[in-house]
Nanobody
């Protein structure tokens, strides 16, 4: 069982930045592919970014992004701290949503990392609001 706790959300003006963190319980964090998804009111939960499991690397893994956030968001992981981050820059009002962290065991393929149905564990979400 893996528990995920997100933090770092808040209210920011358009053009600003936020960094979300997601801390995972357990001793096998490096074996999990990690993803960030978001859900705006009245919309389906959508893929934002993902990083594959990293094996013996302390922070490695292949990264994937939704087209809408490429060049603005960066996902990274720090296995020693069981943490995955989402650095969000140049935020836009349309980025407003609840952001969820998710974990998928031994995930390395883009197709599964980008598919919310493939994930085994989810956090409770953190609200990000971007004002215009």
């Amino acid at each position: 069982q893996v528990q995920l706790v997100e933090s770092g959300g808040g209210l920011v003006q358009a053009g600003g930045s936020l960094r979300l963190s997601c801390v995972a319980s357990g001793r096998t964090f490096s074996r999990y592919g990690m993803g960030w998804f978001r859900q705006a009111p009245g919309k389906e939960r959508e893929f934002v970014a993902a990083i594959s499991w990293s094996g013996v690397s302390l922070s490695g893994g292949s990264t994937y992004y939704a087209d809408s956030v490429k060049g603005r968001f960066t996902i990274s992981r720090e296995n020693a701290k069981n943490t995955v981050y989402l650095e969000m820059n140049s935020l836009k009002p349309e980025d407003t949503a609840v952001y969820y962290c998710a974990a998928q065991y031994a995930a390395a393929q883009a197709m599964t990392l980008m598919d919310r149905r493939s994930y085994d564990y989810w956090g409770q979400g953190t609200q990000v609001t971007v004002s215009s």
